[in-house]
């Protein structure tokens, strides 16, 4: 049995076994809205959210910085900003996602999800002892409340006893009813737009304007920029981005990255301090 301390935290994007299924909020530019029409299954859209707990009013995740940090959740690393999701898809929590056709850019709408529709319920057969011996093996002091990773499963410790560990399976959020406050800020229309989208979501550590993107009828080429290449992760995300270019740009046929390294100019050496070079003297007439 394999045992390790999780750092996952509770996100919107998980499904029912808890595997993350976001990977990145998007950014293109200034959010501006469009035409009064509402979404449709397959839209590429731009969402603010914050998602709430019914029972106890607590917010465990938003596309909000203010809001993240008034909860206490504000996490350094993270980019707080409208978020990518293409209706239908699945990138979303499912009774999110069926909510989402009909509304329109700047409507905000408070969406209730039962726990069947969210996490799921919760299974009392998700309920695991496992010997305290397991974790002092492998130097973890468990303690309730501590995420795990079990046999590369997520779990959350309920208690410790005397020589036995009660660990619980099931998502930390099963059973509970939540509340999602929406509001669709943009639907990006154009190729560019969705591939900008795309790039961003795969790669968000690097601005996604310093990628060169190229788009013609059957071909997408993008070139990377010197900031993307020690990215951890790079060649997976390159490969799951040219799968989402032809899924959602149907003519594409190919798609190529390109990573164009320039050679650098060396910098003259600095001067000691305090000597200065001095003219030579002239020659004698």
Known sequence: MKLKLSMKTIKT??????????????????????????????????????AKV????????????????????????????????????????????????????GQKTVVEIPPERAFGLRDPGKIKLIPLKKFKDQNISPSPGMEVEVDGKLATIRSVGAGRVQ??????????????????????????????????????????????????EKAVTVTLPEESFALEGLQLAKRGLAADFMKFLPSVETVTFIERHRRKEAKAPPQPAGKEEKPEAAPPS
Request: aromatic share 8%; hydrophobic share 40%; proline share 6%.
């Open 13 to 50: 994007f998980i499904d029912y076994e808890g595997k993350k299924l976001k990977t990145s909020t998007p950014h293109i530019g200034k959010f501006q809205k469009g035409a009064a029409m509402p979404i449709e299954k397959g839209d590429f859209i731009l969402l603010d959210y914050t």
């Open 54 to 105: 019914k029972e106890t009013d607590t917010v465990f995740d938003t596309s909000l910085q203010e809001v993240a940090k008034e909860a206490k959740i504000y996490r350094e690393n993270t980019l707080y900003e409208p978020m990518l999701v293409v209706v239908g898809e699945g990138w979303v929590l499912r009774g999110l996602d069926e909510k989402l056709p009909g509304l329109e850019v």
């Open 167 to 216: 660990v619980d399976f099931n998502p930390p959020l099963a059973g509970r009813t939540l509340i999602y406050e929406v509001e669709v800020k943009q639907v990006l229309q154009s190729p560019l737009e969705k591939a900008k989208a795309l790039l961003h979501r795969r790669i968000p550590p690097v601005n996604v304007d310093l990628f060169e993107l190229e788009i013609s």
